[in-house]
Each structure stands twice: as C-alpha cells, then as structure tokens.
C-alpha cells in the first residue's frame, strides 16, 4: 500500500502508519467479553477511589493551612516550601516510575506507592516542626509518584482505543472531586478531632484502599486472554508489543521534540491546577476574611467545576473522534483552546469584588484546565506506542511537577511581600499561556516506537 500523508492543521503532518487506524470497524463491533467489562469496571471503581483518597491527601495541608500556621509558627513562606518540596520529590519520582511501571505492572507500582503514601499522610499529624513536616511530606511526594502514570497505563491496557476517552475523564475527574468534596469534608473533620486526627484518618484509609487495591486487581499480563479479547484490546492502537522499553529507548524519548511538547505544555497545566490546588482556601481566607467553615464551603465549589471540566472533555474527546476527526487532533484541539481560556479567566480573578464572583472566575479557570489537562493524557493513549505509555506518562509528569513545584513558594513569598495574590495569579495565567503554545509549535507528531523507526 502506498504510503500517504494525512494534515492536520498548518504545516503539520501525520505519518498515517504512525496513527490509529481509522478505518477498522468500531470497537463495539469487536466483541467485548463479560470478563473484559467486570475487569474494567472494577479496575474503574478502585482508580476512581484511589484518586479521591489521593486528592484528600494532597488538600489537607491547604485546607489546614492557618491552623498549622498558628500553632507550628510557620511563615506563608514556609506553608509554601512544604507543598513546594512534595511537588518537587512528586517530579522528581516520576522518572524511575515509569520505567519501574513498565516492567514491575500498576498492580505491585500503585499498591505500594498507596500504602506508602498514606503511611507518610498518617505521620504528617504526629509533626512538631518545620523539618520533620519536610521530611513526611518528600515521603508523600514519592510515594504518590506512580498515581497519574499507572491510571494512564491500566485504561491503556483495558479499553480500546476509540474508548478510552470517558474512562478517562472519569479518572481524572475522581482527582478533582477529591479535591471538591476535601474542604468541606476536612474542615469539619478538623473541627471534630483537629488537625492532627484529620491527617491520621485518611492516611488509614488509604492504606486499606491500598491493600484492596492488591488484592481485586490484576496487570493485564497475569491474564490469559483469548483471541476475541486481544482483538478488541488492540484494534486500532498506535502499537499493540508489551515488552519494556530498554534504557536506551527510554532516554531517546528526551531527544524527541514531541516528548518536549509536551513537557512544556503540560507545565503550564500543573502549574495552574497545583497553585489553586495549595493556596485557594488561604486566599479566600486572605482575601476575603472568610472563617474556616465558610472558606471549606465555598473552595469546594471551583473544584466542582474542575471535575465537570474533566467529564465534559471524555465525552467530547469520544463524540469528536466518532464523527471523524483523528484521535491526536481532537487532543489537540481541546488541550489548546481549554489552556488559553484558562489563563484568560486567572488574568481576570484578581478583578472580582465579591468572594462568589471570585469563586465562580476561579471555577472556570479550573474548568477549562482540567478540560484541557485530561485531554493531555488522553494524548498519549492515542499518540504513543502502547509499551510506552508509562514512561512517556512519567517523563511528563516529571516535568510539569518540576515546574508547579515553584507555584505555591513563589506565591507564599510574594503574600508574604506584597499581601495580595494578584501578582502570583498574573504570573499563573502567564505560565499557562506559554504552555499552551509548547503544544501549539512541538507537538506536531505521534511519539513513535524506536524498535520500528
């Protein structure tokens, strides 16, 4: 068969052996066994329940961000290095992650990354100074590193290709309800058995979330899967070879200016995603002298809006590539325009006179970046041979923690200068931009399989 180019957008194109192919029948005309849809759904409700879990660990600080203040003597600075150096070992873990997912499987990688991580959660409540919570929280920052990538890799390993898009919106939006339903559900929590009972309960919680989660799933490679199976797992994949990537392989990807797309790129969503994430509920406070329980009221609700963000981009991402619109394209289409929406609405927050319209400004800043983020992941499903997905997963996780890292200290210290937020949303909005068009000029092909090249 000759060999054709497919365009996608100007000055852009796509080696069609590289992508999907389009033309094989729709994964519903594949038989999907009774077995494959138990292990999805079970597989989705304990990813959906891990990210809630993972989420309620990650808010706590933010939630319990004054009260620790007050009684450890901590700095705006301070609250800002802690969430700063779990983001930083977050980033930095997502490098041996991935290659470690690829052989050892997210059965073994998220069991022990849960229960370790919730050990580190259960520890944050028995701290009695600033360097003993450094220390808790880079042991949280690991052990939550194989969270993101092994989601990634199990909707890889159990959906066809044309189907990945809901799972994922699923999964990443079961992150942002965490966060939704965290600072009512932590401010009472604290209210009742303080701030140190609130980090032991949940951290007990993910352990036995963890021990579950060993115990009900199964790596796809501890399957035997008949031929009707295989069939409708692979049909259409960029790859459908199991085995690892080799370390040579796996350092290649860095000279791939793809891979630096959307290295870059996604920075700008992290970015934006963990400076809300660390500093709303501390801004409404700042901001707009609100208490505890009506600041955990009111920040659930931007959150809210997140996690709609992530489901409507599932449905939309599956609806686009149905009526014909190739998988990376529709990626794209959607990371770009929710990344530049995004930034237009942080630019406008600073501008809000009320704690509501605040709220509801921040809600569709999380909106169109979570809408946008999702799609980020969904980028790899469709745009990277299937051995490879955990480590593509990682290395652009790595980054983009590497570089929200600098978001909650840099917004810390200019509270602690400046007394207002406006700069630190300023310079959000900025960064959020700026990633956006690393996808626009980098990511202009699929990630190919360097044993093929």
């Known amino acids: 068969m000759e060999k054709s180019n497919i365009t996608l957008d100007p000055q852009t194109t796509f080696d ?19 077995r494959i849809k138990r292990i999805q759904t079970t597989a989705m409700l304990l990813l959906f329940f ?21 009684e450890l003597g901590l700095s ?3 609250i800002g290095a802690l969430l700063s150096v779990f983001s930083l070992a977050y980033g930095i873990a997502q490098l041996p992650c991935g290659p470690l997912l690829d052989r050892k499987g997210p059965r073994l990688m998220l069991g022990l990354g849960m229960f370790f991580w919730s050990l580190f959660q259960a520890m944050s409540g028995m701290v009695h100074s600033f360097t003993q919570f450094v220390l808790v929280r880079i042991g949280m920052g690991i052990g939550e590193a194989p969270m993101n990538p092994c989601g990634v890799k199990v909707i890889n390993d159990w959906f066809n290709i044309k189907e990945r898009g809901r799972p994922m919106g699923i999964f990443n939006a079961a992150s942002t309800i965490g966060v939704a339903i965290s600072p009512p559900l932590l401010a009472a ?11 032991i309960t949940i951290g007990v919680l993910g352990v036995f979330l963890a021990i579950g989660w060993y115990m009900l799933y199964r790596n796809r490679e501890e399957i035997a899967l008949s031929g009707v199976e295989q069939a409708y797992l ?11 990537l080799s370390f040579a392989e796996w350092r290649s990807l860095f000279r791939n200016r793809t891979m630096w797309g959307m290295m870059l790129g996604f920075s700008g969503i992290n970015y934006t995603a963990w400076l809300y994430l660390a500093w709303l509920p501390g801004y409404l406070q700042t901001a707009y002298n609100l208490d505890l329980k009506s600041t955990g009221l009111m920040a659930a609700i931007p959150f809210l809006f997140g996690a709609a963000g992530m489901l409507v981009n599932g449905f939309t991402t599956d609806a686009l590539v149905k009526r014909g619109m190739a998988p990376v394209r ?26 509501m319209s605040a709220v509801l400004l921040i809600g569709m800043a999380l909106f169109c970046i979570h809408f946008a983020g999702t799609s980020c992941w969904g980028l790899i499903h469709v745009a990277v041979a299937s051995r490879m997905t955990a480590s593509v997963g990682s290395i652009q996780n790595f980054a983009s923690f590497i570089c929200a890292s600098f978001a909650p200290i840099v917004t ?5 200068t400046t007394h207002s937020f406006r700069l630190a949303l300023i310079i959000c909005g ?24």
């Open 76 to 78: 705006a600075t301070e």
């Open 412 to 416: 810390g210290f200019i509270v602690d």
């Open 16 to 34: 069609k052996e590289n992508i999907p192919d389009m033309s094989l029948p729709p994964a519903g005309a594949i038989q999907r066994s009774a």
């Open 430 to 453: 900025c960064v959020t931009a700026l990633g956006a068009l690393a996808y626009i000029f980098l990511v202009r092909q699929p990630i190919s399989d360097p044993r093929q090249q």
């Open 50 to 70: 891990a990210a809630v879990i993972n989420y309620l660990d990650r808010s706590s600080l933010s939630v319990a961000n004054l009260t620790i203040r007050e």
């Open 234 to 244: 692979n049909a259409g994949s960029v790859n459908a070879r199991r085995d690892p």
């Open 189 to 199: 929590m604290m209210l009742v058995m303080g701030w140190r009972g609130m980090f």
């Open 330 to 355: 529709s990626r794209k289409l959607c990371i770009i325009s929710g990344m530049l929406l995004s930034a237009a609405f942080t630019f406008v927050v600073p501008e809000a006179t009320t704690a």
